[in-house]
Every structure is written in C-alpha cells, then in structure tokens.
C-alpha cells in the first residue's frame, strides 16, 4: 500500500529531529511506498528551519512540509495535510504526544475493509476541571444530536481510506468535517484501544475548544436552528391563542379596564408578527446555510519537500527488455523460420 502519515506541529522544534526520524524509521519497514507530511501550524519559534533542514539531501526522505501563515484549529490544520495526500490510506497522528507503536495494527485493521480506524489511548493526559465539565456538555449535546459522543467515538487519531477523504473533500466545509464526518457519514469504523504513557501533552485552551465546540454544533446539525424556528412557530400560535382569549374576555366580560383590550390586541399582533418574521428568517438562514461555502481558513505560506521522494522513483519504469528493438539480423531468422 501507499501510506501517507500526516503530523500537525507546533512550537516543538526540540522534539521535532528526534520524533520525526524515529516515525520514518518505523514508516520504512511498515509499509514499500509512504510519505510523512508535516504541517507547521505557524510556529514562533525555529520549527521551520528545523524542518526545512529535514528536507535536504542529508535530511529525511518522502517527507513533505506545510507551514501556515497564522494559526488554525487542529482540525483545519490536519486537514491542510489530508487534502495534498496520494496514499492510498491517510494517518493523523500526533508523534509528539502518542507512541507509533499502534499504527501497524491500525492498518491491520484498515486492510481488511474498514473505512475508519480510530486509536483511543487510555492513559490520556488530565486536563482542568472547567475543561472536562464543557467537554461533558458538549459530548451530551453532540450525542443528543448525532447518536454518538465524538471524543470517545472520534478520536483525533485515525486512519482513513482514500474513499473516506474523497467524500470528505466533497464537503462545503471539509476542514471542518473533517472532525466529525467519518464517524457520522455511515462508514464502517473500528476503534484501536491501547495504552502509552504521552511522550508530551496537547495543550488544551478552554476558549478555544469553547468556540470550536460551538462551530461544530452549529455547523453538522440544523438542531438548534431548528429550535429557533420551532419556538417562533409557537409564539406566534401562542399570540393567536391569547387573541383570542382577550376577544372573549371583551365578548362575555363587563367590568375590564379601560384599555386593556385594545392595548392586548395590539401588543399580541405586534409579537405574532414578530415570530412570523423569525420564523421566515429561520429557515432562510437553513437555506442559505445548505448552500454557502465559507472557503479555506488557512492559507500555506511554504511548501518545501524532501531531496529524495522513493516512491518517484519508482515511476514511469520501462522494462528494456521488452521496449528494444530487434536487430535486422534477429528479424531475418524469424523471418527464415
């Protein structure tokens, strides 16, 4: 098989040399044809030159390298990888935090037909308080919408068919479903368990993972837009109703106050209008919102690839044996015979 085995890195470049050659190493007696792509998610500090000293002729082979301009999230970053990749399986793995280790059964598993597979490792770092408590409401809230609980269903660490990331290149947003897609497009999966103490930890940010929890609620569900439009339907039912309540107060009712009627009747035509028009603005967003395409949220300031690529080299081969041409003298026997 053609693998390609995809790293998203940032500000790590002490670590960088050391993990780097150890995953090659084990890519070359794993797999015949393999490529290891690294995208620097805009590091401050030397990770380029790290890299790009990686890529020289005394450096790593089949190693191809992606800085960003800015940071983005992980997702958007691991996606800027997948959609450059020509395997025939795709691998996103962090090497600075996870052990290698796994990856041959993942791919066990890959090969006998399975679309999806994800490595949970049990021995994940602890992250704050706060931070387990939102990752608990989302996970409840994703699963209410869904059917499943993305951390543990989904983990980051995967292997995908190229079927997988052809379909998730189809997407308006493939960035973005990357995260979510090849657990909840119906394609076979299969979950790797195994346990390694992190060489690192992933620093986790609260707001961050806040914002892009939100987005991807928003974005892989019509649920809570729905309610919105669902609530403005009630209301404006509601004021229907309580129209029709203060007509039969005026109707059947003598001592009202002054006012009060005419004063309920303009305040519930003035909110049934109101929900009317949330109603309307609802499902055109839903509408929109099918159709828009927001485009990349990452733009690669430098691509630079390995001096030796093996799997080029074994392309476009012509055997010699059979492409010469035969002698005149060679042509003359057979003519004879």
Do not use: C, K
């Given at each position: 098989m053609f693998l390609s085995v995809v790293?998203?890195?940032?500000?790590?470049?002490?670590?960088?040399?050391?993990?780097?050659?150890?995953?090659?190493?084990?890519l070359?007696?794993?797999?015949?044809?393999?490529?290891?792509?690294?995208?620097?998610?805009?590091?401050?500090d030397d990770s380029v030159a790290v890299l790009q000293q990686l890529t020289s002729a005394s450096g790593l082979p089949n190693l191809q390298v992606y800085t960003l301009t800015k940071m983005v999230s992980e997702d958007a970053a691991s996606w800027v990888g997948i959609e450059s990749a020509l395997g025939d399986y795709v691998a996103v793995i962090d090497p600075l935090v996870e052990d290698l280790a796994?990856?041959?059964?993942?791919?066990?598993?890959?090969?006998?037909?399975?679309?999806?597979?994800?490595?949970?490792?049990?021995?994940?770092?602890?992250?704050?308080?706060?931070?387990?408590?939102?990752r608990k409401v989302f996970d409840l809230l994703y699963f209410r919408f869904h059917g499943i609980r993305l951390g543990d269903e989904a983990p980051r660490d995967r292997v995908l068919s190229r079927t997988v990331v052809n379909f998730i290149q189809q997407h308006p947003q493939p960035s973005l479903a990357y995260r979510h897609l090849p657990a909840t497009a119906g394609f076979s999966r299969q979950?790797?368990?195994?346990?390694?103490?992190?060489?690192?930890?992933?620093?986790?940010?609260?707001?961050?993972?806040?914002?892009?929890?939100?987005?991807?609620?928003?974005?892989?569900?019509?649920?809570?837009?729905?309610?919105?439009?669902?609530l403005s339907l009630f209301g404006a039912a509601a004021n229907v109703v309580y129209s029709l309540y203060v007509l039969c107060i005026a109707a059947f009712k003598t001592n009202v106050a002054p006012g009060w009627i005419s004063l309920s009747l303009q305040q519930s035509g003035m909110f049934f209008l109101?929900?009317?028009?949330?109603?309307?603005l609802g499902e055109y967003i839903l509408q929109m919102a099918s159709l828009s395409n927001e485009g990349a949220t990452y733009h690669v300031a430098r691509e630079f690839t390995s001096a030796r690529m093996t799997h080029r080299e074994k392309l476009n081969i012509e055997d010699t044996a059979l492409s010469r041409p035969e002698s005149p003298e060679t042509l003359r026997r057979s003519g004879t015979a």
């Open positions: 790293y998203v890195v940032r500000n790590q470049s002490a670590q960088l040399q050391q993990s780097l050659q150890r995953a090659s190493q084990l070359q007696e794993l797999t015949r044809d393999h490529e290891l792509i690294v995208v620097d998610n805009a590091s401050t796994f990856l041959p059964q993942m791919l066990g598993e890959a090969t006998t037909g399975v679309d999806v597979v994800f490595a949970s490792n049990e021995q994940q770092p602890s992250p704050s308080v706060l931070y387990r408590a939102g979950t790797v368990t195994f346990s390694s103490e992190p060489i690192g930890q992933r620093t986790e940010h609260l707001a961050e993972s806040l914002d892009r929890g939100m987005r991807l609620l928003v974005s892989t569900t019509r649920a809570p837009l729905r309610l919105v439009t669902g109101i929900s009317l028009v949330l109603l309307v």
